[in-house]
């Protein structure tokens, strides 16, 4: 369904090839496909034709080491030039290919790593450590590739650079028909360890078309998207959609800086720039003398991506930047945009806009009731759209129960106007969405109870003005552990380097115990009344006394 078929060719689905290949048979050989700028101002152009020859290479080189199609294959390295290759190589390979963030700890590189089964991982020196404490853990993990070593450091630790050396620039993409699985990327959940949702390769239909029906992406285009490869905004249209359009991509290795980034906007003619409401509030925070130095002229659209887009943002990028901002909804499991303001559809600033035209979506009573307008409940999703999730790999079970009464249930609550636009209202779960990053309590209330001196400790993500949410830890004490500036230094350090940066608690509280229920789950609705105030609701089912839990100075 949906399909977009100008982009399949003799019913060709591979992404690898559609992006590269592809683009070269039509003549864009020569074309600029992604400008690289590096964070210390390094500059470097990749035609498509480079794109091609690169993840040729690099498909030969996972076929060499025994990478069958079907098996997984990681990216555990920072926004680089190698991580574009590599990706699409993977893919023409048909390995499943999954990229990581590279702020991972070693924690959560052990939990997804573990559970796909990868089998090889691209990654560089630095990241090694990380690695070799949980090596002995991954049984089916054969090969890490380093960018960065010119020799091979072990018989299992290669040199990625000698080895695409010695490989053939050619590779004929084998036919890979549409269900094929391709892209992993692992999300986080409330409960549970992360799950990794699997794309097949139709999704370029629903990714293609997006890029430029919402998007608008033009042939001469110049697009910066500032998401990470290691999320889905960063393979979806980081590189698939606007790659198999043929389109020129910029794409900048350093990190947020306000001065740099409108420098980039300027000098490189960016027309069209998807980014996220985290970096748009922090750049509204600047001083708004910086943003008169500039030339912005060439900027078309501007697109925004993973965390609610509050209205004040909207008539910050109108006032300032002299332009609309668009807010577009979808997640990791949509594999690519359902809902949107779009060019050509009128705003509502607050408002993530509306399901695209092939898209049915609803608010829906957890019975199954389709809620009339204005009612708030379940955002869900008439499943089949082509760039669907396929499983959640190795979890089954837990894929069929995103599925009810007909719907895909996305998690989200929200309501619809009477206009068809959606108005998102929160999560259904506890999932903290801390800057667009999803983080799973779960995951950080583990690292917690592994730092000495913790006893119990529950994770809620409470509001913030500039990340959205802030990731607020509630611990309990082993008797005789002190609270002071040493123990909650370890702990964040503890959590950084476990999870991720970004998991890594903004606050603490000391409670005397943590409120659960009387089979042991952590009560988050309580913390979170704690946290804000509130009321706390029924606590009928609680085991702790009213009282018994006071909050230590
Ligand atoms: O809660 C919604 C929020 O981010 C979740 C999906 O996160 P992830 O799978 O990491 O994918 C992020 C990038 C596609 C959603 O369930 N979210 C995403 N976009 C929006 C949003 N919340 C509000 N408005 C949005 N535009």
């Given at each position: 369904m949906n399909a977009t078929p100008e982009i399949i060719q003799g019913g060709q689905y591979n992404i690898g090839h559609i992006c590269t290949?592809?683009?070269?048979?039509?003549?864009?050989?020569?074309?600029?496909a992604m400008r690289w700028l590096g964070a210390h101002g390094e500059r470097a152009d990749y035609t498509f034709g480079d794109l091609e020859r690169q993840s040729s290479r690099f498909a030969n080189v996972v076929g060499d080491l025994g990478v069958a199609p079907g098996e997984v294959f990681f990216i555990f390295l920072p926004k680089m030039p190698e991580v574009f290759f590599a990706f699409l190589g993977g893919l023409k390979a048909r390995a499943i290919t999954g990229t990581l963030f590279a702020n991972f700890g070693e924690e959560a590189l052990l939990d997804r790593l573990g559970d796909a089964g990868c089998k090889a991982i691209l990654t560089r020196q630095s990241y090694l450590k990380k690695f070799q404490r949980i090596r002995d853990k991954l049984p089916?993990?054969?090969?890490?590739?380093?960018?960065?070593?010119?020799?091979?450091?072990?018989?299992?630790?290669?040199?990625?650079?000698?080895?695409?050396?010695?490989?053939?620039?050619?590779?004929?993409?084998?036919l890979t028909p549409p269900e094929t699985p391709s892209v992993l990327h692992y999300t986080s959940g409330s409960t549970g360890k992360p799950k990794g949702a699997l794309h097949h390769?139709?999704?370029?239909?629903?990714?293609?078309r997006t890029a430029a029906e919402v998007l608008d992406l033009k042939p001469d285009d110049r697009y910066w998207c500032t998401a990470d490869q290691g999320w889905v905004t960063?393979?979806?249209?980081?590189?698939?959609?606007?790659?198999?359009?043929?389109?020129?991509?910029?794409?900048?290795?350093?990190?947020?800086?306000?001065?740099?980034?409108?420098r980039l906007l300027q000098?490189?003619?960016?027309?069209?720039?998807?980014?996220?409401?985290?970096?748009?509030?922090?750049?509204?925070?600047?001083?708004?003398?910086?943003?008169?130095?500039f030339d912005l002229s060439g900027v078309r659209h501007i697109f925004s991506v993973g965390e609610p887009l509050n209205p004040e943002v909207i008539s910050w990028g109108r006032k300032v930047l002299g332009h609309d901002i668009y807010d577009t909804w979808w997640q990791t499991e949509t594999g690519g945009i359902l809902i949107t303001n779009r060019p050509g559809l009128e705003i509502r600033p607050g408002s993530m806009g509306?399901?695209?035209?092939?898209?049915?979506?609803?608010?829906?009573?957890?019975?199954?009731?389709?809620?009339?307008?204005?009612?708030?409940?379940?955002?869900?999703?008439?499943?089949?759209?082509?760039?669907?999730?396929?499983?959640?790999?190795?979890?089954?079970?837990?894929?069929?129960q995103k599925?009810?009464?007909?719907?895909?249930?996305?998690?989200?609550?929200?309501?619809?106007?009477?206009?068809g636009y959606y108005w998102f209202q929160g999560r259904s779960d506890d999932v903290i969405n801390t800057s667009g990053h999803l983080v799973s309590p779960f995951e950080v209330e583990s690292a917690l109870l592994e730092v000495a001196g913790i006893a119990e400790a529950g994770v809620i993500g409470a509001s913030d003005d500039l990340l959205w949410e802030k990731v607020v830890a509630f611990v309990a004490l082993r008797p005789g552990a002190a609270w002071g500036p040493e123990l909650e230094l370890k702990a964040r350090i503890h959590v950084s380097n476990r999870v991720s940066t970004v998991a890594t608690p903004q606050e603490f509280r000391v409670l005397e115990n943590i409120p659960k229920t009387k089979s042991g789950k952590i009560m988050r609705r309580v913390l979170k009344a704690r946290y804000t105030g509130g009321s706390v609701g029924d606590v009928s089912t609680l085991d702790f006394q009213d009282g018994a839990n006071k909050e230590q100075p």
């Open positions: 290949r592809m683009q070269c048979d039509r003549g864009l050989g020569d074309k600029v089916t993990l054969k090969h890490i590739l380093l960018v960065d070593a010119e020799k091979d450091l072990a018989p299992d630790v290669l040199s990625y650079p000698r080895l695409m050396a010695a490989a053939s620039e050619r590779f004929e993409t084998a390769h139709r999704s370029v239909l629903h990714q293609s960063g393979t979806s249209y980081g590189i698939i959609g606007p790659w198999s359009l043929g389109v020129t991509q910029l794409h900048f290795g350093g990190a947020y800086d306000a001065e740099k980034w409108f000098d490189e003619r960016v027309s069209v720039w998807y980014t996220a409401p985290t970096a748009l509030r922090m750049l509204m925070r600047e001083d708004p003398a910086l943003f008169g130095r509306r399901p695209l035209p092939w898209i049915e979506a609803a608010i829906v009573a957890d019975d199954g009731t389709v809620l009339p307008d204005g009612e708030h409940g379940n955002l869900c999703l008439k499943p089949g759209w082509d760039s669907m999730f396929i499983s959640y790999f190795h979890h089954e079970d837990v894929y069929r599925f009810r009464h007909g719907w895909y249930l996305t998690g989200d609550t929200a309501y619809r106007d009477a206009d």
